[in-house]
Structures are given as structure tokens and as C-alpha cells.
């Protein structure tokens, strides 16, 4: 089964904080390309950061809940291995973005290249259907970016 992306959706929770200048998300030959650029308008170093990483899979009428962890990004930044389903769904998004393991950030954040291809998406056993891979971002206890990928799992490309 192979998760095929079809858009993605970014909102800023907070304009004081951060916005979107680019949020772009396609899939093409079993390869999902991605190009977000988040411009933060908060110029002193944050140290407390806090990302949500949910997974949902979508009917007509309902939202299943199927992933949900939320962890400290300074505890992953000091130790890569502090959740498992984090390195395997960040990681590959961090290797093609100008973020790195240290704390604290204080800079935009840019994601622009290649995250993924047919052996990272054939490791996530799911039947077919809709799904939502939603990221949240948290600074200072408050919520500050939600991005919302869509993806349908199918047979092949």
C-alpha cells in the first residue's frame, strides 16, 4: 500500500507569531515533494517548543483517530531516539530543511525538497481509504501552526 498526497493545508495560529509564505505539497512517481517556508515574526530564541503529530482516517461522516502524540522538540533535539513514530515521520522532513537538532530556533523555518519515496510509505500498514497527517506546532504552551496533509492509500501509483 503506497499513501498517495493530494494537498496539503498550512494555517498560522497565531500572525503575531509566525505566518505561511509558501505552503506546497504533490506527489508524482511514487515520490512526495514538499515546500513550505514559515516566516516567524518572534526575533528572540525559543526554547520551548512542543510539536503534535496526529494521523486520521476520514469517512464521510467521521474522523477516526489512529496516531496521536504530542512531544517536547528540545527532548527530541537531545535525543533523536525519544519516540520512535517522530523519527520516522519527521525525520525525513528535517533532512530537506534548514531546522536542526538544537534548541533553541530562531530562525524561518524553510522545508523544500524530497521527503519520501516507496519504501518509507510501504512501511505504514493501512487500509485503503483517506487519510490526515496533521502537525501542530506549539511555542510557549500555545498553539502557533497547524498543517494538514491529505493522503489516499492505494495499490500503486
Known amino acids: 500500500?503506497?499513501?498517495?498526497?493530494?494537498?496539503?493545508?498550512c494555517n498560522s495560529l497565531d500572525l503575531a507569531f509566525c505566518y505561511f509564505k509558501s505552503c506546497e505539497m504533490w506527489?508524482?512517481?511514487?515520490?512526495t515533494k514538499i515546500?513550505?517556508?514559515?516566516?516567524?515574526?518572534?526575533?528572540?530564541?525559543?526554547?520551548?517548543?512542543?510539536?503534535n503529530l496526529a494521523l486520521y482516517r476520514i469517512t464521510k461522516t467521521y474522523r477516526m483517530p489512529i496516531i496521536n502524540e504530542t512531544i517536547d522538540y528540545c527532548a527530541l533535539s537531545s535525543r533523536s531516539f525519544a519516540s520512535r513514530l517522530?523519527?520516522?515521520?519527521?525525520?525525513?522532513v528535517f533532512k530537506c530543511s534548514?531546522?536542526?537538532?538544537?534548541?533553541?530556533?530562531?530562525?524561518?523555518?524553510?522545508v523544500?525538497?524530497?521527503v519520501s519515496d516507496n519504501s518509507l510509505v510501504t512501511e505504514i500498514p493501512a487500509p485503503k481509504g483517506n487519510y490526515i497527517f496533521n502537525f501542530r506546532v506549539a511555542a510557549f504552551k500555545k498553539w502557533k501552526a497547524d498543517v494538514k496533509i491529505y493522503s489516499k492509500?492505494?495499490?500503486?501509483?
Open 153 to 157: 492509500v492505494v495499490n500503486n501509483y
Open 98 to 110: 534548514n531546522l536542526n537538532y538544537t534548541c533553541p530556533v530562531q530562525q524561518d523555518v524553510i
Open 86 to 92: 517522530f523519527n520516522f515521520a519527521v525525520l525525513p
Open 1 to 9: 500500500m503506497l499513501f498517495r498526497t493530494s494537498r496539503a493545508e
Open 27 to 31: 506527489s508524482k512517481n511514487a515520490r
Open 112 to 114: 523544500n525538497g524530497t
Open 35 to 51: 515546500n513550505f517556508y514559515v516566516a516567524v515574526r518572534y526575533k528572540e530564541p525559543i526554547d520551548d517548543i512542543t510539536i
